[in-house]
T-cell receptor, first 113, second 114 residues
Framework: SQQGEEDPQALSIQEGENATMNCSYK?????LQWYRQNSGRGLVHLIL?????REKHSGRLRVTLDTSKKSSSLLITASRAADTASYFC?????????????FGTGTRLTIIP | DTEVTQTPKHLVMGMTNKKSLKCEQH?????MYWYKQKAKKPPELMFV???????INESVPSRFSPECPNSSLLNLHLHALQPEDSALYLC?????????????FGAGTRLSVL
């Protein structure tokens, strides 16, 4: 019962450029999280944004949330080779309103040195 | 220490074998999770334990049997698996089952069923 659809599915940019990933979801949420996953490894939490927040920053990360459009975006500024990974949004409710962390389809980001 | 440790890192098993995956955390977390992740797909929740009791079973086939011997350990017992069960199995923990809590993931066990 996947909630989030992310786009693009894959993104390749030059080191130093900014990367933007988008997440759309279907039902109301209480909060939305972003996680990073390096190839074949576990996920690492990046940032959590609550439904009453519109924007949040953490280092080179900027997350926005538009609950009216049911969408969120993750911006990584001044990208580095180490940012190469898959990025997942995760909502706290699935399509049926059950409380569980439900991941989007993910964006595979490649930073070209 | 924010580490969740999973063993083994890789596992190859035949369809008649019995094996176990192990997960350990020492953060004092009272919620632990098993996820299954196929290649290029998002993780899918399998089981949730809260205070060592099974809280959620996402209709997982009985050939997967979870166990939580104590608050730091989580096992996943495997028996008579099918080739389509080959995947990355991820363990995670959080402070408690409250959905706003951040989940901390292990590096996963890559399972191949022959």
């Amino acid at each position: 019962s996947q909630q989030g659809e992310e786009d693009p599915q894959a993104l390749s940019i030059q080191e130093g450029e900014n990367a933007t990933m988008n997440c759309s979801y279907k039902t109301s949420i209480n909060n939305l999280q972003w996680y990073r996953q390096n190839s074949g490894r576990g996920l690492v939490h990046l940032i959590l944004i609550r439904s009453n927040e519109r924007e949040k920053h953490s280092g080179r990360l900027r997350v926005t949330l538009d609950t009216s459009k049911k969408s969120s975006s993750l911006l990584i500024t001044a990208s580095r080779a180490a940012d190469t990974a898959s990025y997942f949004c995760a909502t706290d409710l699935d399509n049926f309103g059950n409380e569980k962390l439900t991941f989007g389809t993910g964006t595979r980001l490649t930073i070209i040195p | 220490d924010t580490e969740v440790t999973q063993t083994p890192k890789h596992l190859v098993m035949g369809m008649t074998n019995k094996k176990s995956l192990k997960c350990e955390q020492h953060m004092g977390h009272r919620a632990m999770y098993w996820y299954k992740q196929k290649a290029k797909k998002p993780p899918e929740l399998m089981f949730v334990y809260s205070y060592e009791k099974l809280s959620i079973n996402e209709s997982v086939p009985s050939r997967f049997s979870p166990e939580c011997p104590n608050s730091s350990l989580l096992n996943l017992h495997l028996h008579a698996l099918q080739p389509e069960d080959s995947a990355l199995y991820l363990c995670a923990s959080s402070q408690d089952i409250t959905i706003q809590n951040i989940q901390y993931f292990g590096a996963g066990t890559r399972l191949s069923v022959l």
